[in-house]
Structure formats: C-alpha cells, structure tokens
C-alpha cells in the first residue's frame, strides 16, 4: 500500500483517487474549494464534477495543502493546466528532494511554452516528475470501464512504479520514456477536438471528423518531433488514441465547448456553458507559437485558433482549409512514373 497526496479534486483527480483507493492506496485529497472538501468528506462523491462514483470512506479531503502532501509516497498533481504553475508554487515548500510528481493534467503553458512536467520542474527542482496520458475520460474510470493509459518518466524504474501503483485489471497501464512527446500529443489533441467539435456544430459528419483526425495527428507528430518526441509515441495511446476518443466522444469537454463554438457561440459563453477547464483553448495559442518556433505547418491548430481569438467565423475556417493549396498526402513517397 502506498500513501498518496491527491493535488485537485476535479473530475479526473476524483476518477484517479477512485481508482486508486480500490487498488488498496490510502489517499488524501486536496482541494483550493472548501466546498468540494465538504463534498468529499461527508457525501464521499464529488457530486458537481463526477457524479455517481463513490469514494472509499478512507479517502478524506482537506483544503490545508501541507498536510495532506505530508509523509507521502506519491504526489499526483491533478489541477487544470492554467493553475500548474501557481499550484506547483504552493507545493514547492513542503516537497523534499527526489519525491516522486505524476502530473496528470493536459496543455502547454502560453507564457513560456513549457510542457506541465517541465513547469513543475521549474517550480519545484527538487522533485522527480512523471507523467500520466492516455485516452481516459473520468466518466468512464470512475465506472471502472477498461481503460488503458501510459506513464511516462525519465528513468524506467520511476515508470514502472508509477505503472505498479495505477495498473488493475479495468486500468491497464504501459510505459514510455517520451515525456516529451506523450505531453505535445495530450496538449495539441485538444485544440484538434475543439475543431472536430466546430465541424459538429457546423453540421459535418464523419468524413469531416475522419478527416480532422488524421491530419490533426499529422500535424501533431509534426511538430512534436520536431522538439525532440519519438514519432512512434504519436502512433501510440498518448497520441493517436487520445486524439481520437477527445475528438468521437461527448464525454469530451473540448469538443463540446467546439460545438457550441460551431454553433456561433464564443469560446468564453462555450466554456461557460461546458462549465469546466477546457483546455485546449489554453494550448491553442501556445501551439501556434510553437509552430513557428519551429518552422512547422499546423493549419487546422491555426484556423482554431483563429477562430478562438481573432473573430474568424467556423465556416470560413473550414472553408479556408479546404481550399489550401494542393500537397501529396505523404511528400516522402517517390512517383514511379
């Protein structure tokens, strides 16, 4: 049994605490809103952002951030992308060296265009940062349906602690050393969604929403190995497979927010209505940049963005990627004739 400091009460931090309380882990959980902390401590559900999962009596929640980080074995930092930084600030204090981080959360910081693990890092040197991605809606892990999910980590024996302590039989855990590349996939499949959510709301369909995929992970493997990520991660769980259930399914809060957006709403009355984080309108602006940091072509992440921030509407976006000038699908393939 290992103790665990559960850092955010959101829905994903509840669907880990979960899942991890029925591995036999004993969990605390810490959350900024006094609220949740009720809410978990005398209803042991958080009723707002997961309903329907019951916690363990065993798991107690706090709103006092040192002590529920005390004497812990694993810390899993599990606050929305935006709050990172400040969130990994408080911790900072109380983390002795070496301890053990899995951050869970999904985006790249506009500001710095850091990776999560690397804004902790900064936060907090003294630490030993993991990360945890995959195609793993809350709803369906805290129902217990099988999931399957990667932690990545700069030295084998981290991961494989981190795959020992998640993995059961409905949470089938892998390993990889890409940190990088697991953590460009996980942020740019939301801005992605948020345009497959778009063509929704304008109407498309599945050719439309197969079509976003495919060059939406095109554009991601891109620029992800660009800065440095193993193309074979982008094949994989924390890539093509996360793109894919965040872009098919309604569980999806970015691409509900993209449909409202669709629809013709803006982004702050979409994410208004989803009324959670979503966070690839936090990662759209800082994949653009990124994109020209690196020389790299993303045109479907630049008419999101476009449309996000700059008043473009949906269908002249969609309209504008249609009609780009005309490519080979894959450049490296030779013509024999």
């Not at 349906?145 to 993995?167: H, L, N, R, W």
């Not at 996980?186 to 060059?215: E, F, H």
């Not at 992970?217 to 497979?241: A, D, N, P, Q, R």
């Not at 966070?279 to 630049?302: D, H, M, N, R």
Request: with cysteine.
């Amino acid at each position: 049994m290992a103790k665990i400091g559960m850092i955010g009460a959101g829905s994903w931090g509840t669907a880990l605490t979960y899942r991890l309380s029925e591995n036999g882990h004993e969990v605390d959980v810490w959350s900024i809103d006094a609220s949740e902390v009720d809410m978990i401590n005398h209803d042991h559900e958080q009723k707002i952002k997961l309903p329907g999962t019951i916690l363990k009596e065993s798991v107690k929640a706090s709103t006092d951030l040192a002590s529920v980080m005390s004497d812990k074995d694993l810390l899993v930092l599990a606050v929305p992308s935006p709050f990172t930084r400040s969130t990994a600030a408080k911790m900072a204090p109380y983390v002795r060296y070496g301890q053990l981080i899995v951050s869970v959360a999904k985006g790249i910081e506009e500001s710095t265009l850091e990776t999560l693990s690397q804004v902790i890092s900064d936060e907090i040197p003294q630490s030993n940062v993991a990360v945890l991605s995959g195609p793993t809606h809350a709803e369906e892990v805290g129902k217990g349906i099988p999931t399957t999910i990667v932690a990545g980590a700069s030295d084998e024996k981290t991961a494989k602690y981190v795959q020992d302590i998640f993995m059961n039989e409905v949470f089938r855990v892998y390993t990889s050393p890409d940190m990088l590349g697991m953590q460009i996939g996980a942020a740019l499949k939301n801005v992605i969604a948020l345009g497959a959510g778009i063509a929704d709301g304008l109407g498309y369909g599945d050719n439309t929403k197969a079509a976003l995929i495919t060059r939406g992970i095109h554009e991601i493997e891109c620029l992800g190995v660009k800065m440095g990520g193993k193309m074979e991660t982008f094949m994989g769980l924390s890539g093509i497979g996360d793109l894919i259930v965040t872009c098919a399914s309604m569980h999806s809060r970015n691409r509900r927010a993209g449909i409202l957006i669709g629809q013709g709403k803006s982004y702050e009355e979409a994410m208004a209505e989803v009324k959670q984080v979503v966070e690839g309108v936090y990662s759209a602006k800082a994949a653009v940049e990124l994109g020209k940091k690196y020389g790299v072509e993303l045109p479907i992440i630049q008419e999101v963005s476009e449309i996000l921030f700059d008043g473009k509407s949906a269908k002249d976006g969609m309209k504008d990627l249609m009609l780009r000038e005309k490519k080979d699908e894959i450049p490296t393939l030779e013509w024999t004739k």
